[in-house]
């Protein structure tokens, strides 16, 4: 039996009852093929006020990106779909792509010529 990963990043959903909303949550379990499993933070440089932090979970078949973005009260989680080159995470609307230590946000929902809405590179905190 393959051991499991807790996806011990419980999303949390906003769920709305009548003029009161009430929180929830959300436990994804993932069991991986090989038994292996791994989970790292990365901080990107966006050119904004604040480094963001990416979660990446690696859990083969599955692999799983927690993105923060913006207006959004909680980071989404982004999904592996099959890319020509780098790592390319899907939730929604958006699309997180990653090559090395750069990444970008995009946002499907504009001109397919449209320049990223997120532009970021690893922060390297190697002295």
């Known amino acids: 039996m393959s051991p499991k990963l807790p996806a011990a990043l419980a999303a949390l959903l906003l769920a709305t009852a009548g003029a009161h909303a009430a929180q929830s949550s959300l436990q994804l379990e ?61 939730s929604g609307q958006w699309i997180w792509w990653s090559k090395g230590a750069d990444a970008s946000l995009y946002d499907e929902t504009l001109d397919a010529d449209a320049e990223p809405v997120l532009t970021c590179t690893e922060v390297n905190n190697t002295p």
């Open 30 to 90: 993932l069991s991986s093929e090989s038994g292996d499993f791994e989970r790292h933070t990365i901080h990107y440089d966006c050119g904004t006020e604040t480094p963001i932090s990416v979660n990446y979970i690696n859990a083969a078949p599955n692999f799983l990106a927690l993105v923060p973005v913006a207006d959004q009260p909680q980071p989404l989680i982004f999904t592996a779909v099959i890319s020509a080159s780098g790592v390319r995470y899907a």
